[in-house]
């Protein structure tokens, strides 16, 4: 059963409070993060760490580059 009908979640549980700002911080934050998984990883010998590592960089850049420059490689995404 569905906690709330179609129209009717409150508005301080949606997003209608974030800024361009934090989403450009979020993406900064996972690039640092995926750089750490990705060395951390390949000095540890630890194939997971540096394939999530560089799936993060990537994803993060590509955040990045929609928020600062408008880039949409994918359509809609």
């Not at 934050?29 to 060395?39: F, Q, R």
């Amino acid at each position: 059963m569905a906690r709330y009908r179609e129209g009717e979640i409150p508005k301080e549980q949606l997003a209608v409070h974030a800024s361009d700002d934090m989403l450009v911080l979020t993406a900064i934050l996972g690039v640092v993060i995926g750089l750490a998984l990705t060395i951390l990883g390949r000095k540890g010998g630890v194939m997971w760490m540096w394939v999530w590592g560089i799936g993060l960089i990537l994803c993060s850049l590509y955040l990045g580059a929609g928020m600062v420059f408008g880039v949409r490689l994918f359509g809609v995404f």
